[in-house]
């Protein structure tokens, strides 16, 4: 059994527990088993047992009685991730701009350090401390994979990783911040941006405080991890030229809709003569254009490099159970890599190493 360290139990721990119950036949059929030795919540408790957790009794609990109920332990997340055994840490705590990416950057460097594998669907450690968690990870024989980042579980890292080795990244443009994406289609439908929102936190896609959706600040994570796996840019969220949908009206979008245009809010980020050119902002989409057929949550994204036509991938009307699968391909993908045949960690960020040196050529 591959012991699982969970930082983090909100909607994708819970569907991630869920998936690895339901689907422990198939996993078993792939020569894997995993078991969750330890969830660390932020105000739900902490729950650890080396036997394994009864995942199922800890989402009644939290059903039932807002916390855990047992086995509760006293420590930290942090001093887990140093303590306990396990083989594969999972952060999946929510994203803090204000934090520059913590705790959960120093939850996965725990880990990285003892040479424990480690995935994330939280995007502030990729954001802001990308080079020293890849450095930990290669130095420690274990790794570091981070699919839900960006688009809730879409092979888009796996794309440029195992499909496009030897190709050049130069760019890539998107709508990936489905809250804000949801919020302008029912705009163009008559709603008020307070209504939409509020629908949104009510239907549990958006966070209750979902500044960081409407502010651009979670897309600008997404364009700053992009940036620096795919473009292999020093590029935090805090240097990505933003703005968010706050100040967009109903009058702007009637404009838009006038010309035969969409307001959609867009990441961008793109190889110049002088480095890495990371934004995000409202733009007018023309009808014609792909991403303007993206409505309500849907997300989608353009890759575009030396050798190929632009690539691009949408995702319709994703969910937390998404995310999780993302995760769940993640934790998959550490232990194959890590097997006799499969793709060791110590040559599997050789092999990153080798294409992100390819992709930081101009062009």
């Not at 991730?81 to 952060?91: G, K, P, S, T, V």
């Not at 594998?117 to 024989?141: C, I, M, Q, W």
């Not at 980042?149 to 499909?163: E, K």
Request: glycine letters at 10%.
């Amino acid at each position: 059994m591959y012991k699982v360290l969970m930082i983090g139990f909100g909607s994708v721990g819970k569907n991630l527990a869920v998936m690895m119950n339901e689907y422990s036949g198939r996993l078993a059929g792939m020569g894997l088993e995993f078991g969750v030795v330890g969830v660390f919540t932020r105000s739900r408790g902490n729950a650890a047992d080396p036997g394994g957790l009864d995942t199922r009794k800890l989402i009644d609990d939290i059903s039932s009685h807002g916390r855990f109920t047992g086995p509760l332990v006293s420590v930290s997340p942090l001093e887990a991730c140093r303590d306990l055994d396990y083989d594969i840490m999972a952060e999946l705590s929510p994203l803090s701009i204000a934090n520059r990416g913590e705790p959960a950057a120093s939850h996965i460097a725990a880990a990285l350090r003892r040479g424990k594998h480690a995935v994330t669907a939280n995007k502030g450690p990729v954001a802001f401390a990308y080079p020293e968690l890849s450095r930990l990870a290669h130095d420690n024989g274990c790794r570091f994979l981070f699919e839900s980042t960006v688009m809730d579980g879409a092979p888009i890292f796996n794309l440029a990783d195992r499909c496009m080795k030897g190709n050049a990244i130069t760019g890539f443009s998107g709508i990936l911040n489905s809250t804000t994406n949801y919020v302008l289609t029912r705009m163009e439908s008559g709603a008020s941006m307070d209504e939409a929102v509020r629908e949104a936190i009510e239907a549990g896609t958006a966070e209750a405080d979902p500044s960081d959706d409407i502010d651009g600040w979670d897309a600008a994570a997404k364009a700053s991890v992009l940036s620096r796996v795919l473009l292999g840019a020093d590029v935090t969220p805090l240097d990505v030229r933003r703005s968010g949908i706050r100040d967009v009206t109903p009058e702007m979008i009637s404009k838009a809709a006038s010309r035969g245009r969409r307001l959609k809010l867009i990441c961008r980020g793109r190889r110049t003569e002088t480095g890495i050119d990371a934004s995000v902002g409202v733009e007018e989409v023309a009808s014609g254009d792909v991403l303007a057929c993206l409505s309500s949550h849907d997300s989608g994204i353009s890759v575009e490099s030396d050798l190929m036509a632009p690539i691009m991938i949408i995702q319709k009307n994703p969910t937390p159970r998404d995310t999780a699968f993302g995760v769940l391909e993640d934790m998959i993908s550490v232990i194959q890599g890590s097997q006799p045949g499969g793709r060791s960690g110590e040559a599997f960020l050789a092999l990153s190493r080798h294409n992100n040196a390819i992709r930081c050529r101009h062009p």
